[in-house]
């Protein structure tokens, strides 16, 4: 179930669409100039619309359209990485998450959906032109699904906004750290977990890594899991049978995960 603040369009190709809702003719990038209420609010989920040149299915705004059709300016974590945060984090419904680095919100609109309604969502962020990308992802999200968490942004590196942060949640199941600075930030925020809670750290490369781990166990922390998955694409051959498709299959990040016993 959704509302109708935002309809997802969906090209023949794949790309998508996020549309805002509103009345009057504008122009959308990549579609045109016309009125998004006038052309798209008649057009159920399932059926298609054409708009100039284009042929275009309206989707469910769901988690998988909403993040390959977000606003981009700093580099997102993949959906393989935020999919498995959230799992080994065990983020569910009423849980407190501390998150920084923000940047796009590619891992926020994960966190958000996995905390639903009753969660506790704050995010930092020391970049205010990553930060506005980032926060409109987000009210794009809150806006289109029936639940979604309690949101606080908190502007500044998460080691000098503690006090602000607890003026929000004094304590947290999970807190995920998307920095290039690991160690401080570990520092300030491991007296926040709960027991039993957990913390994630997203290093590109492997001296972050092993700051990371190393910073943990200064902190008291008992490192679960430490390094990087692998994510390679099938496709159908045109002679038949399945092959791996021609693509990247690179690095993303090092993951750390670390626990308070």
Not at 18 to 47: C, H, N, Q, W, Y
Not at 119 to 136: C, F, N, Q, S
Not at 150 to 160: F, K, L, M, S
Not at 210 to 227: F, K, P, Q, T
Request: aromatic fraction near 4%.
């Amino acid at each position: 179930m959704t509302n109708e603040a935002w309809a997802v369009l969906v090209e023949e190709d794949g790309k998508v669409h996020v549309v805002e809702m509103t009345s009057g003719s504008r122009k959308i990038k990549g579609l045109g100039v016309f009125d998004p209420l006038e052309v798209i609010a008649p057009v159920a989920i399932g059926e298609q619309v054409g708009i100039g040149q284009k042929l275009l299915t309206r989707m469910p705004t769901r988690l998988p359209e909403l993040n390959k059709g977000m606003l981009r300016r700093a580099q997102t974590i993949s959906s393989k990485d935020a999919g498995w945060f959230t799992a080994r984090l065990g983020i569910g419904s009423g849980d407190r998450v501390l998150e920084a680095g923000i940047g796009s919100a590619g891992l926020s609109l994960h966190l958000a959906r996995a905390l639903g309604g009753s969660g506790t969502h704050i995010t930092v962020e020391p970049r205010a032109e990553h930060a506005e990308v980032g926060l409109e992802n987000l009210r794009r999200a809150r806006e289109s699904w029936v639940e979604f968490p309690e949101h606080h942004h908190v502007e500044g590196t998460i080691e000098t906004v503690t006090e602000t942060i607890q003026s929000h949640c004094e304590s947290f199941e999970a807190i995920v750290l998307d920095l290039p600075d690991h160690p401080p930030a570990i520092a300030a925020v491991a007296p926040m977990l709960v027991v039993g809670g957990r913390i994630a750290c997203y290093c590109p490369v492997t001296q972050q890594v092993e700051r990371a781990w190393e910073a943990c166990e200064e902190a008291g922390l008992n490192v679960e899991w430490a390094g990087e998955l692998m994510e390679r694409q099938w496709g159908r051959a045109s002679k038949g049978g399945m092959r791996p498709v021609n693509g990247p299959f690179g690095h993303t990040a090092f993951l750390l995960i670390a626990q308070r016993l």
